[in-house]
């Protein structure tokens, strides 16, 4: 069977290009899920340019179905899944000043804080997943947390 996350990043890329509080990426969350959407996907840049803090802390007490939270394997980042504990984090690659995350997680190079990242979360019962190249195409790895 096929699940549909919805990615709201662009929702709130919107908000935070008017410096106001709408369009609201929590009331489009609850939107998807009435829609029939099986989850919801966010990216939390360490730049904050669209999703912030506040917004996932927020969906995390409001989505119902699941919560994917795409992040950076940063120390910050990792700090903020444990403390909001979404039902999965997907690991993606984060490059300064680039419009969109533009391929896959390099984990030859970042193995050490990749394999650190994906402990932590696992040992919190998170599902962590990464986004890696391999021989040029895009690939989804996924680890599910141990029981």
């Known amino acids: ?24 990426p929590i009331t489009a969350a609850a939107i998807c899920e009435l829609a029939g959407a099986h989850g919801i ?3 939390l840049r360490g730049d904050r340019r669209h999703i912030q803090h506040r917004d996932v802390k927020i969906l995390r ?11 950076a394997a940063t120390k910050e980042m990792i700090g903020i899944a444990l403390e909001v504990i ?26 050490e804080a990749i394999t650190s990242a994906i402990k932590h979360l696992q040992s919190n019962n ?22």
């Not at 409001?62 to 994917?68: E, F, G, P, R, S």
């Open 1 to 24: 069977m096929t699940f549909l996350s919805v990615n709201i990043d662009h929702i709130a890329t919107i908000r935070e290009a008017r410096r106001t509080n709408e369009p609201d």
């Open 126 to 147: 998170i599902n962590a997943s990464k986004r890696r190249n391999w021989r040029n195409r895009r690939t989804w790895w996924f680890w599910r947390a141990m029981d």
């Open 86 to 111: 979404p039902d999965q984090v997907t690991l993606v690659p984060e490059l300064p000043g680039e419009i969109t995350t533009t391929g896959g997680l390099d984990c030859t190079r970042n193995q």
């Open 61 to 71: 007490e409001t989505v119902k179905t699941k919560l994917n939270i795409e992040m």
């Open 41 to 43: 996907t966010v990216h």
